[in-house]
């Protein structure tokens, strides 16, 4: 079962898109070092100003109090700040996969069952392979992952709290 906590702080994460998906996830940071992803948002063809209102809903439902974006497009986060506090997120994939490996295997990340995007997309993550040796590669197929990036924006975003440890 999942049960929503009072959090210490609510964040998110954004990963833009617009002819491929765009994802927001909403993250409960509790007192324990949990993460809690409690909502998402997703949306294929969506215009920015649809964006921003979808922003606004989830900061006014979760009191979201800061939004880590997608740093690949510094003119939507300068968009993004009308609504609320933004920074631009740490793109460093390898090091935010770790991130949130670490967090699956320490039992410190849930995932609410109505973020169905994100979890199909965690199903369906998976490693590029050498194309000589067929070797797994430290880079990830890039596709149906727009779930999966905002939350490593979130996470890699948000300061490591003091019992982090990478793998």
């Known amino acids: 079962t999942f049960e929503a906590l009072p959090y210490r702080e609510v964040i998110a994460g954004v990963d833009w898109g617009y002819a491929h998906p765009g994802a927001a996830v909403v993250v409960g940071v509790r ?11 997703y949306a294929a063809g969506r215009p ?3 964006w ?3 922003f606004a809903t989830l900061r ?5 109090s800061r939004f880590y974006a997608d740093p690949s ?3 939507l986060i300068t968009e993004l700040r009308r609504i ?3 920074t631009a997120a740490d793109n460093d994939v390898w090091e935010g996969i770790q991130r949130v490996q670490a967090l699956i295997s320490q039992r410190r990340l849930r995932i609410h069952a109505r973020c169905v995007n994100l979890l199909r997309e965690m199903e369906g993550y998976s490693w590029q392979r050498d194309r000589r040796e067929g070797a797994l590669r430290e880079e990830p197929v890039k596709h149906a992952d727009d779930c999966v ?3 490593r924006y979130a996470l890699a975003g948000h300061a490591r709290p003091p019992a ?3 793998l």
């Open 60 to 64: 006014e439902k979760w009191r979201v």
């Open 73 to 75: 497009a510094p003119m």
């Open 84 to 86: 609320g506090a933004v």
């Open 164 to 166: 982090f440890r990478a």
């Open 149 to 151: 990036d905002a939350l």
């Open 52 to 54: 921003l209102t979808a």
């Open 31 to 41: 007192a324990d070092g949990v993460y809690d992803v409690i909502d998402e948002e």
């Open 48 to 50: 920015l100003p649809a």
